[in-house]
C-alpha cells in the first residue's frame, strides 16, 4: 500500500476525537494515541490489504471511505461492506477481525492512522473505555450481517436494492446534498451491484424504474433519494445504528 504523507491543517487529535473508539478519551488523552499512530492519506483505488499481503494493521478511517471485499474462484467481486469515517477495519485477531480472504479497497481519497498489533493491545485494548467501544462495533456489524442474510433470504433485489439506497443514505450531512439537502448515495451503478450482488445491467434496470416512479433521480456516479418513505414501504426497511452495506447474493 503506497501512503502519501497529509498535507492538513487540523492537528491529529482533531481528527481522532471524531473516531467513534476515542469518543470517551480527552485531548491529552487522544494525543497520547496520536504519536503512535502515524496519519497517512491515499489515493483512490489504493488496497490496504488483499490474501496475498495480509499482516496485522488495525486501519482507523478519518475520512473517506473503504470497501471491504472478496473474489469468487472466476474473479466475480462481491463487496461484504463499505465503511464511512469514524470506523475501524484491519486484519487483527487479537480484537476478532478476521478478514484474511478480504480485500480492503479506497473508494475514494482517504485519511487514516494506522497501529499495530502491539499498540492495539497496549494502547486500546488496556483501556476498558475503548475496549468497550470496539466490542460495540464488532458486535453492530454482527447485527447487520445477520440481517443482510435475513434480507438474502426473503427479499426480492429491487428490494434489497431499495434498502441499500436507504442505508447507504443514512450518513452523516456531509453526504447530503447542500442544495437540495435530498439525500445521496454516492457509488456507481457497478459498485452497487457488487454490493447485492447483482449484475451492473440489472441494477441500472432497476434503478431507472425507480426513476420512473420518482423514487430517486440518477446523476453521474450518484443515487439521489426523492421519494424516501417510497422506498422504506419497497424496501420494509429498517433502522439500523451505523449501517453499512453487506454482500447480497442475487437470487
Known sequence: MSVQKPERSLEKWQYLQTVDIFCDLDKQEIEQIGKRAPMRHVPVGTIFFSPEQAAEVLFILKEGRVRLYRLSAAGKSLTTAILDPGTIF????????????????????????????????????????????????????????????????????????????????????????????????????????????????????ILGEFREQGLIALKRGCVIIVDEEGLRALGEYEVWNNPMAEAQVER
Not at 477481525?97 to 481519497?109: D, G, I, N, T, V
Not at 436494492?161 to 447507504?168: F, G, R, T, V
Not at 447483482?198 to 434496470?205: C, L, N, Q
Open 90 to 205: 484491519g486484519e487483527m485477531t487479537i480484537m476478532g477481525q478476521r478478514l484474511h480472504q478480504s480485500y480492503a479497497e479506497a473508494l475514494s481519497p482517504c485519511l487514516l492512522c494506522l497501529m499495530s498489533r502491539e499498540d492495539v493491545k497496549n494502547l486500546l485494548l488496556s483501556d476498558p473505555r475503548i475496549a468497550v467501544r470496539i466490542a460495540e462495533i464488532l458486535g453492530q456489524r454482527l447485527i447487520e450481517a445477520e440481517q443482510r442474510l435475513s434480507d438474502f433470504a426473503f427479499k426480492s433485489l429491487p428490494e434489497r436494492l431499495a434498502s441499500i439506497l436507504l442505508q447507504m443514505a443514512r450518513r452523516p450531512p456531509r453526504l447530503f446534498r447542500p442544495a437540495s439537502h435530498l439525500p445521496e448515495v454516492r457509488l456507481t451503478h457497478e459498485a452497487l451491484a457488487d454490493v447485492v450482488g447483482a449484475s451492473r445491467e440489472t441494477v441500472t434496470k
